[in-house]
């Protein structure tokens, strides 16, 4: 059994800044690198570095970005056979600035990712007999999450969605064929139509996500922590203290923990306090991919911390 990401693959070029730039502002930055990066292809790597076996669907443009991306996922240890050099346009690029309190800004353009449709679907549904779950994002059309997210449900997979970038417009069909729903706080409140900022706030938009049928809701809040809910159970999960670089894949690397501990076997609880160790692990490097914690240092990290 393998675990299948369905998401964005991009290349991260990434600036660093003392601070945010404001609207028309110049800032003179401290350094610039290009990493892989992509919700999507971040999930997969977050896992594959966790030691679970995972599959990546997508798309990559006919370029050298492409090639680059395709190769680092093989290095890292995800199965490509399935992601698709698209001749028709160029690979996903995302345009990032970091500042010195690892806050950050980030333009997506999506590119070859954009294209990802039922053909991609079609691809994916013969391997979901041989997967325990699906990782969803929202790097990739709408009408394509959806798609997969029903072939996973006829197939009796377990759906994984990370609601992001934040979105207001999402279909009601979506929410019931949802297993775990993992926003942030600006993506939680884009669903829920009100701001949250903690754990009440949380507390009141999970039970909406309930509602609409996800069964199990889950708040990531930064600093402050992690809440989830389901029919059954409400908890809290404490932040993680650590010395904060870079926020970027923090994350995408809480999805990788979270759907590697249920994987494994462990409990919603356990599974969300592994999601939150690897986030907390990832806002301590720079970078997306190169910020996922592997497994040697995700153990220690929990041993040492009383896990």
Known sequence: MSIIV?????????????????????????????????????????????????????????????TELINNL???????????????????????????????????????????????VERLSPLLGRASTLLLQFEIPLSAVVAAAKAARKAGVKVILDPAPAQSDIPDELYPLVDIITP???????????????????????????????KCAIAKLGTKGVFCATNEETFFVPAFSVNAVDT?????????????ALYEGLSLHQAVVWGAAAGALAATKPGAQTSLPDRLTFDAFLKERGF
Do not use: Y
């Not at 800032?27 to 594959?48: C, E, I, M, S, Y």
């Not at 698209?86 to 294209?115: C, F, H, K, L, W």
């Open 6 to 66: 369905f998401g964005s693959i991009n290349i991260d070029l990434v600036a660093t800044t003392p601070r945010l730039p404001i609207t028309g502002e110049t800032l003179l930055g401290h350094d610039f690198f290009q990493v892989p990066g992509g919700k999507g292809a971040n999930q997969a790597v977050a896992l594959t570095r966790l030691g679970i076996p995972t599959q990546m669907i997508g798309r990559v443009g006919a370029d050298n970005f492409g």
């Open 74 to 120: 093989q290095t890292s240890g995800v199965q490509t056979d399935n992601i698709v050099v698209d001749e028709a346009v160029s690979s996903g690029v995302a345009i990032i600035a970091v500042d010195d309190n690892g806050g950050n800004q980030i333009i997506v353009i999506p590119g070859a990712n954009g294209r990802v449709n039922n053909e991609d």
């Open 184 to 214: 942030n706080e600006v993506e939680a409140g884009q669903l829920v139509g009100f701001a949250v900022d903690g754990e009440e706030s949380a507390a009141k938009a999970a039970a909406i996500l309930l509602q609409k049928g996800v």
């Open 248 to 260: 970027v894949a923090a994350g995408d690397a809480f999805n990788g923990g979270l759907a590697a």
